[in-house]
C-alpha cells in the first residue's frame, strides 16, 4: 500500500500551507491531525485555514464536532484512517496535517484498547486538578513512576489523561504501552515530513499570529462560545485550551488586554517547544528546514522526495 503523506509540526510553522501545495501537486485531499480544529464554531481560535487558504483543495475533519464532546485519540485515529479510504476511493491522494503528537502516535504505531474518554472521571480530575496539582501527580507516581517521570506538573491534559486511562482501564499507561509493545494493533504506513524552524523565527510567527487571530475576532468567538455553552447547559472542555482561557479571564477583568495577548504567547510559544520535543522522538522520514525553504526545499523539492519515497 502506497505510504500516506503526513505533514507534521509545532503550531504556526507553515503545515497547512505547504499540505495545499503538495495537494496541487499530488491531485490530494488533507485530513487534519488536530484536537481542536475538529470543533464547530472555533475557527479563529484553533486557526483552521480560511476558505481562501484552502485554495480549492477538501479539507477533512475540521469544525465538525459539537465542542461538548471530547474526543480519544483512538477514536480520530479511527476516523482519519476511514477517511484515507474515503479519498483513496475517489482516486485523490490522502495528506494528513496536524500538530497533535498523541493522534500521530496513535496512526504510527497503534493504540491500546480501552483508549475511550470517560466525562464523569474527567471532569472529577479536572477539579481535582484545580484544587490540588501536586497530588494529582503525587498519586500518578505511586501508580506508575515511570510514566509520571515524563510529566511534567504544568501539564494539566497529560497529567488528567495518565490517571483517566488507569482509572477506566485498571492498567497504568506504562502497562498500556508494553501491552502495546508485545500485542501490536493496527498502524498506518505513513511518510512523515516534520517542519521545523529556527527557535526565533517560530516565536515571531507565533507572536504575528497571535496579533491576527485576536484582530480578526478571536475575542468575539470566545464570547459566542461562552453563550452557546451557558444555553446549551453543557460543559465546552475545548474551551481551557491555549488562548480561550485567556480571553475569559480578560472578559472578567482578570487579564488586562496586554496581559492576556503576552500570556497567550509564552504559553504558545512554550507547546511549540514541547511539539518539537514530541515530534523528534517519532521516526522521521523527512525534515524540512523551513528557514529555507525558499531556497533550497521548495514544495516541488519535497513533492519529488516523497514520490521516490513510494
Not at 507572536?207 to 464570547?223: A, P, S, Y
Request: proline share 5%; glycine share 6%; net charge negative.
Amino acid at each position: 500500500m502506497e505510504k500516506i503523506l503526513t505533514i507534521i509540526g509545532p503550531t504556526a510553522s507553515g503545515k497547512s500551507a505547504l499540505s495545499v501545495e503538495l495537494a496541487k501537486r499530488l491531485d490530494g485531499e488533507i485530513i487534519s491531525l488536530d484536537s481542536r480544529q475538529i470543533y464547530e464554531g472555533m475557527p479563529m481560535g484553533t486557526a483552521q485555514p480560511t476558505h481562501e487558504e484552502m485554495d480549492g483543495i477538501p479539507h477533512h475533519l475540521f469544525g465538525f464536532r459539537n465542542p461538548a464532546k471530547p474526543i480519544s485519540s483512538g477514536e480520530y485515529a479511527k476516523m482519519v484512517k476511514e477517511k484515507v479510504v474515503e479519498i483513496r476511493g475517489f482516486g485523490k491522494v490522502p495528506i494528513i496535517c496536524g500538530g497533535a503528537g498523541l493522534y500521530y502516535r496513535a496512526l504510527k504505531t497503534g493504540i491500546f484498547e480501552g483508549s475511550v474518554s470517560d466525562l464523569p472521571t474527567r471532569d472529577r480530575l479536572d477539579q481535582a486538578y484545580e484544587d490540588d496539582p501536586v497530588s494529582l501527580l503525587e498519586r500518578l507516581k505511586s501508580i506508575d513512576p515511570k510514566y509520571a517521570s515524563i510529566v511534567h506538573i504544568n501539564n494539566k491534559k497529560r497529567l488528567m489523561r495518565a490517571l483517566e486511562i488507569y482509572e477506566t482501564t485498571g492498567k497504568t499507561p506504562s502497562e498500556h504501552f508494553q501491552d502495546q509493545e508485545e500485542n501490536p494493533v493496527e498502524s498506518m504506513n505513513l511518510f512523515t515530513i516534520l517542519l521545523i524552524w529556527n527557535r526565533k523565527i517560530i516565536i515571531d510567527r507565533i507572536e504575528k499570529r497571535t496579533d491576527e487571530m485576536l484582530e480578526n475576532g478571536w475575542i468575539e468567538e470566545v464570547q459566542e462560545l461562552l453563550i452557546k455553552q451557558s444555553e446549551s447547559k453543557m460543559v465546552y472542555p475545548a474551551l481551557n485550551s491555549i488562548g480561550y482561557r485567556q480571553i475569559q479571564s480578560y472578559l472578567k477583568g482578570d487579564l488586562t488586554f496586554d496581559e492576556m495577548r503576552e500570556d497567550i504567547v509564552i504559553r504558545t510559544r512554550q507547546f511549540a517547544k514541547r511539539q518539537v520535543q514530541w515530534f523528534k522522538k517519532e521516526n522521521i522520514d523527512l525534515m524540512v528546514e523551513m528557514d529555507n525553504l525558499d531556497r533550497n526545499m521548495t514544495p516541488e523539492i519535497v513533492h519529488d522526495i516523497y514520490k521516490n519515497a513510494l
